[in-house]
Nanobody, 124 residues
Framework: DVQLVESGGGTVQPGGSLRLSCEYS????????IGWFRQAPGKEREGLAC????????YYKSSVKGRFTISIDNAKNTVYLQMNELKPEDTGEYYC?????????????????WGPGTRVIVSS
């Protein structure tokens, strides 16, 4: 079974940075996609970025492009989300999710497996 676990959340001041980690296991094949998602209080879950395990190609939601960077360390089975210039509106629960094909999608409904989430609070 595919399992994903997020870590690295916390409280940070506006303008600060955080790096989230997603440790994963259980993918049957070498090609899969890991995505990062956010659910702000009272809002629907939205996709932020995803990465293809086979070649490291990535895709971003336009509103985070340039501030957030997704990367993968296949040796550690870990995907990272480096978040810079954080804003109060970045506050929310952050999830990683997996999909056992190579794709560029941030559609929540396309992802099969999800981690439990890690909370990020951006506040002064």
């Amino acid at each position: 079974d595919v399992q994903l676990v997020e870590s690295g959340g916390g409280t940070v001041q506006p303008g600060g940075s955080l790096r989230l980690s997603c440790e994963y296991s259980g993918f049957v094949f070498d090609t899969y996609t890991i995505g990062w998602f956010r659910q702000a209080p009272g809002k629907e879950r939205e996709g932020l970025a995803c990465i293809d395990s086979s070649d490291g190609s990535s895709y971003y939601k336009s509103s985070v492009k340039g501030r957030f960077t997704i990367s993968i360390d296949n040796a550690k089975n870990t995907v990272y989300l480096q978040m810079n210039e954080l804003k109060p509106e970045d506050t929310g629960e952050y999830y990683c999710a997996g999909l056992e094909i190579a794709t560029e999608t941030l559609d929540v409904d396309e992802y099969d497996e999800w981690g439990p989430g890690t909370r990020v609070i951006v506040s002064s």
